[in-house]
């Protein structure tokens, strides 16, 4: 029942444009466009609605050739292809190296704040939420040098 409500509810502005269009002149001159009659207005032509579109049979489609197990994909030779691991080890190797350093970098900012205590935090969840982002951050520097790792260890 509901289905129907929305289909209905989607349909009804559609009803309108079913109808005949005509094209009025008022008194004053002006042609007006509409598909209701206007008073003190002279119907001057109607037009014809479009016809409804039926439902088309699309055309057969040309039959498809099989595809051949691996034909679509290009072989590389293997020296081409150790080319490119070589070259994607060396960048993730800089970026894992990159990675190190900002983690050391992290690790002493977090010792820094850690040793260090304000004179508005006699509350300890106060020190604690001061210390959130440092930590965060060496967390997640140590996740992306895992995954580095990972991604190094999945090269032939």
Request: aromatic letters at 4%.
């Amino acid at each position: 029942m509901r289905p129907i409500l929305v289909w209905l509810l989607f349909a009804l502005p559609a009803v309108p444009s079913l109808a005949e269009t005509c094209k009025y002149l008022d008194k004053d001159g002006r042609t007006i466009y509409s598909n209701v009659p206007i008073k003190n207005a002279r119907k001057i032509a109607c037009f014809q609605p479009p016809p409804p579109v039926a439902a088309e049979t699309p055309a057969p489609a040309p039959p498809v050739a099989q595809p051949v197990p691996d034909a679509g994909k290009t072989r590389v030779d293997s020296q081409t292809q150790r080319k490119r691991d070589d070259e994607r080890r060396q960048i993730l190797e800089e970026e894992l190296a990159r990675e190190q350093t900002a983690l050391s970098e992290a690790r002493r900012a977090l010792s820094d704040q850690e040793a260090t205590r304000l004179g508005d935090e006699r509350n300890y969840q106060r020190v604690e939420e001061r210390l959130k982002p440092y930590q965060e951050a060496v967390e997640a520097h140590e996740r992306n040098i895992a995954s580095i790792k990972r991604e190094m260890a999945n090269l032939r």
